[in-house]
């Protein structure tokens, strides 16, 4: 699909979207039971690429098809319009609603919506990667989602790509095409691994620089040129870690910061000795995530 970006949205709204999302989950935590995810760690060159299936890390955001709904990752209903998900299977489904390279901004305002926008949904699509009620081998499981989508014959539903690549030489360079035409990198599931919760190294993600998410816990006054705003965020990592993060913000991030509770995505480059991560740049709010979901 050729990358777009939606022009409407700025991270001024976003950061406005966050604090309705802040609100919405402490009005409906209690009852939030988060579906059960497979969560990925960080690639690293020590693993036997050959041993795994690579698709597409797409920049939208996590759904899960209970079997009668469609859920986020902290176990929310998604106000999805009745035609999107009408004679959807019995089988459970995970993946993403995408709507592109470059939309994910556009995609979480959708699906975030109260009362649905069906021209703002038939730009979307479900990527489906998994099938987590089969009790077979992720390439078992490949197979099976297959037919179950072809069964369902839904154009909005789909199947994430799949493909194995024999080196590590062979990886790279299909990572350097992706991130070339927008995409922001690679996943890889093992191919004889079992369907399980949380995270191991039978899914990995791997992309062009390491990123992580962070929840906001206080905002630091800013000083001098940043006088009167925000000069950064200090953060907590989901392990508890505790820095600060004072780059990467543009002047409407600085006057209106994410509220605190909010989670948001940062870059670095490595961790120092003591576990900080180097060179620390602020990305994004984490709008597809809960206020108080960690995960």
């Not at 209970?66 to 209903?77: K, N």
């Not at 099976?144 to 790509?161: F, I, K, M, S, Y």
């Not at 998410?213 to 006088?227: F, L, M, N, T």
Request: hydrophobic share 40%; aromatic share 8%; proline share 6%.
């Amino acid at each position: 699909m050729k990358a777009t970006t939606e022009p409407g949205w700025t991270r001024s709204a976003a950061v406005a979207a966050a604090a309705i999302l802040v609100a919405l989950s402490i009005t409906s935590l209690a009852s939030a039971q988060a579906p059960p995810l497979t969560l990925a760690e960080v690639y690293d060159d020590t693993v036997a690429i050959e041993q795994y299936w690579i698709s597409e890390k797409y920049d939208g955001m996590r759904a899960y098809w209970s079997g009668s709904r469609l859920l986020t990752r902290g176990g929310h209903p998604i106000a999805a319009p009745a035609w999107f998900v009408e004679g959807w299977p019995s089988e459970r489904l995970d993946g993403e609603l995408w709507a592109g390279r470059g939309r994910f901004e556009f995609t979480v305002s959708t699906a975030r919506r109260l009362q649905p926008d069906d021209d703002q949904w038939r730009q979307l699509r479900f990527m489906v990667f998994d099938l987590p009620g089969h009790s077979g081998t992720f390439t078992e499981r490949l197979t099976a989602l297959h037919a179950v989508v072809d069964v369902l014959d839904r154009p909005w539903v789909q199947v994430v790509e799949q493909r194995r690549v024999p080196d590590v030489s062979a990886l790279q360079a299909l990572l350097a095409t992706v991130v070339d035409e927008g995409g922001e990198g690679l996943m890889l599931r093992r191919a004889d691994a079992l369907h399980h919760v949380g995270r191991s190294h039978d899914l990995l993600k791997l992309k062009p620089h390491q990123d992580a998410d962070a929840r906001v816990v206080a905002h630091v006054p800013g000083r001098g040129k940043y006088e009167g705003m925000m000069g950064a965020l200090l953060v907590e990592r989901p392990d508890g870690l505790r820095f600060r993060l004072g780059t990467g913000f543009s002047d409407a991030d600085r006057r209106h910061p994410p509220p605190v509770g909010t989670w948001i995505s940062y870059t670095h480059n490595g961790v120092t000795k003591a576990g900080m991560p180097r060179f620390a740049r602020y990305v994004r709010v984490r709008v597809d995530m809960e206020a108080a979901d960690g995960r």
